[in-house]
Structures are given as C-alpha cells and as structure tokens.
C-alpha cells in the first residue's frame, strides 16, 4: 500500500491548513492515522480515524483544533488544523492501520507515508 501525504506548508500562527492522505483500496477496511515529528523529537501520535469514521481519537494538544476525517469511496484521509501554533510544526505523516479501530500506538500502523512538512512561524 502506497500514501502520498500532500497539503504541507508554511503558516502563520493562527492559520489553518488540511493535509491530505490517498491510500489504495485495501486501506478502505482499516484504521488511519496521522503522526508528526518535530526536530529532535520522537515522531508522536496526532489522531486517528476508524475505518468507517465512526470513531476517532485525538492527541490531547490538538483537540478542539484539529479535526480527522476520511472519505472511503476515495481512500483519502484529511487532518484539519485550525488555530495552529508554532509548537505544531513537525514533519506530518499519515499511516494505515493493522485493523479497523485505530490507536495511539504506532505499532498499530502497518503502511506509512513519506511525510510532509508543517511549519507555524510566531
């Protein structure tokens, strides 16, 4: 399974910005989630999305601002950053789970994607 994150950038603090994920169909029966990296930081879960949307989980620092959401007839998954901060810049990587309920843990992902850069400047 290939992803192709998409949808990075520059921002100003305050701003927004939607990231993009296109996975292949086998990824339509499975969990996605999305994970960042910031420098000298080990890579930290974001959210994540159940196979049908029916549940989703969120990182306490980006709940409220941040929104999950997939479009299965697409294989696309989208994160929506709202009010983002310079703390949230990071390299932004999207994964596909094991099974159909995501979770924190990124041993629950078995495909990820190369990544792509959020940058929030003050």
């Known amino acids: 399974v290939q992803l192709q994150a998409s949808g990075g950038g520059s921002v100003q603090a305050g701003g927004s910005m939607r990231l993009s994920c296109e996975a292949g169909r086998t990824s339509s029966n499975n969990a996605m989630g999305w994970f960042r990296q910031a420098p000298g930081k080990e890579r930290e879960f974001v959210g994540t999305?159940?196979?049908?949307?029916?549940?989703?989980l969120y990182e306490d620092s980006v709940k409220g601002r941040f929104t999950v959401s997939r479009d299965r007839a697409k294989n696309t998954m989208f994160l929506q950053m709202n009010s983002l901060k310079p703390e949230d810049t990071a390299v932004y990587y999207c994964?596909?789970?094991?099974?159909?309920?995501?979770?924190?843990?990124?041993?629950?992902?078995?495909?990820w994607g190369q990544g792509t850069q959020v940058t929030v400047s003050s």
């Open positions: 999305i159940a196979w049908n949307g029916g549940y989703v």
């Open positions: 994964a596909v789970g094991r099974s159909s309920i995501g979770s924190r843990e990124s041993s629950s992902y078995r495909y």
